[in-house]
């Protein structure tokens, strides 16, 4: 068994709304796999059918080779899984949030308490693991979260938007822990994300999701590559006016606005940054800033929806 | 053995939960007080209740036992609509246990806080002046548990159905207020109008009530036997639809 995940024309269907519209997905043994797309793109929905919470409308999945229909139970045996939302208890302990997690899943009496430890080790809650969740903070209950989804030794581990509504410490804390976690476990991460970032540094191989349709999937850097085009951002006196004048460019493959600032996407960008700046003043407008970026993932996502992922809250 | 050991590890979390909010604890203990001693003592006063010791105050007490025991388990199967807020319950429900263990474990969950507020209740029998012996207590403790059960069932399959706490107040006048004051509690059920007599033998609280009294007070309107089979009867009916709701609604409760 190559892939441990795989769907067939994996479908979910409200009303007249399509959430998950017919998608294939395969992920291969003991990558890191994500799901990248904005929210409402069908990423929960996905995930959740994967886990067993959904049903499909139409088509079939595997996990770690049983049918997440018909075999919901034994799907439910082989993965763990990190919600969106919190799902603790605050009047639990951390340690007993991983207790109850054991038992609940049948992890044998004889290897519980070393299992526990085990991931304590990994989470570092510290003393605070005898405390009741409620006093946790954020990356805490996250920390948490994650280790009581490997308590049971899945194969498979989901993350929901792992780090949502964390700060950029805690954030990358978690990448890097989810990154030793893969390193030293026998276990596939199927991850969904709008942070651009995120799929980038963690995973293996990425599936853009938009509309509830995979548009495209490969490597972070394959799909780098396939851009062939650097963004040279800009912040000038007149912005509209310098889109217009600087579209006739030969060397300007695309020029936008984006949130105040002009956006162009050029090749090798850092040797024509003189030639923009030259052709600005000639044209009597004033530079203030200059910024050449190579693509980045948010590229990739903008070529093939035309639209930006919209960030956090909207 | 993983369903026992499942149905063990869902108790054992109702438990600490119903342990360590000490606030439900005293509550559990004030309002039946305050029941006994302000409206038990201001009806009282005020008819003339022969036939028992002690007079009004001493009749309403199983009631009151009763009253708190509904109200309490049907709230205490309700917080499953609450862990569903809070996101917990889809730990739980992702679990590869069966839905059925979720919610005998819950409901021996519910028992197991009925049985130690039983006892808190029990004891409080010197305040009406009724004397308790020690076989009336052991029986009461074990009709507590039978009535508790039948409404953490109810509580449970009410929240299967519902999807916020917005019903609350739905279910507070259409459900619980009317098995509370159908029941018996506040008043005898022989010689009422026969609407009336209809509605309140409907009830599955009247026989708990009707149980409770018998054993306490030794004066009952209907015998023993019969209100057992009667509680035991809606205990199964309850935790077996409500199992079953579970396992139906699996999708709508995560």
Redesign the interface.
Known sequence: MKNIIETDGITKRYDDFIAVNSVNLEVPRNTVYGVLGPNGAGKTTLISMLCTILRPTSGTAQVNGYDIVKQAKEVRASIGIVFQSRALDDILTGREHLEMHASLYGVPKDVRKERIDEILDLIALGKKVDEYVKTYSGGMKRRLEIGRGLIHHPKVLFLDEPTLGLDPQTRENIWEYIHNMTQTQDITVLLTTHYMEEADQLCDEVAIINKGQIITSDSPSNLKRELKADTITLKVSDPEEFVKKAKKLEFTKDIFLMNGEVKMMVERGENLVPEVVDFASSQGIHITSVEVEHPNLEDVFIKYTGSRIVGEGK | M?EI??I??IW??ET??YV??RSRILTSVVTPLLWLLIFGTGLGSAIRFGGIAGGYKAFIYPGIIGQTILFTTIFSGLSVIM?RQ???L?????????RPSIVFGKSIGIGTAALIQGVILLLLSFVVGVTMTVPAFLISIVLIVIIALGFAGLGLLIASLTDSLEGFNLIMSFIVLPIFLLSGALFPVTGLPSWLKFAVYLDPLTYGVDALRNVILHQSALPLELSVVVIIGFAVLMIFVSAFMFTKRE?GL?
């Open positions: 993983p050991e499942g063990y590890t054992l979390r600490k939960r360590r909010y862990d809070y996101g917990f889809k730990e739980i429900m992702v679990a590869p246990i069966t999708q995560m």
